[in-house]
Nanobody, 125 residues
Framework: EVQVVESGGGLVQAGGSLRLSCAASGFTSDDYGIGWLRQAPGKEIEIVSCISRSDDVTYYADSVKGRFTISSDNAKNTVYLQMNSLKPEDTAVYYC??????????????????RGQGTQVTVSS
């Protein structure tokens, strides 16, 4: 069974930084992807960033390009989301989600069937 566990959320002032971590386990192959999704109050969930485990190809939503960086430590089966220059509009619950297939191009596609419990990120102005 695939499991993911997020950590690292919190409260930060605008312009500050946070790093989220996602520990993944239970995969039977390296052909999977990890995505960071977020949901703000009253808004639909959106894919912020994702990464392919097999070749480290990455995707970023336009709203976070140049500010967020996704990376993978394969030895630790952990994916990180470094968030810099945070804005109040980044406030949301952030979820790590695993997909047993992933397509990365102008968008990120995957089933993201295994999702963590979420971690709150709050950016004050």
């Amino acid at each position: 069974e695939v499991q993911v566990v997020e950590s690292g959320g919190g409260l930060v002032q605008a312009g500050g930084s946070l790093r989220l971590s996602c520990a993944a386990s239970g995969f039977t192959s390296d052909d999977y992807g990890i995505g960071w999704l977020r949901q703000a109050p009253g808004k639909e969930i959106e894919i912020v960033s994702c990464i392919s485990r097999s070749d480290d190809v990455t995707y970023y939503a336009d709203s976070v390009k140049g500010r967020f960086t996704i990376s993978s430590d394969n030895a630790k089966n952990t994916v990180y989301l470094q968030m810099n220059s945070l804005k109040p509009e980044d406030t949301a619950v952030y979820y790590c989600a695993a997909s047993d297939w992933i397509i990365i191009g102008s968008m990120c596609g995957g089933n993201f069937a295994s999702r963590g419990q979420g971690t709150q990120v709050t950016v004050s102005s």
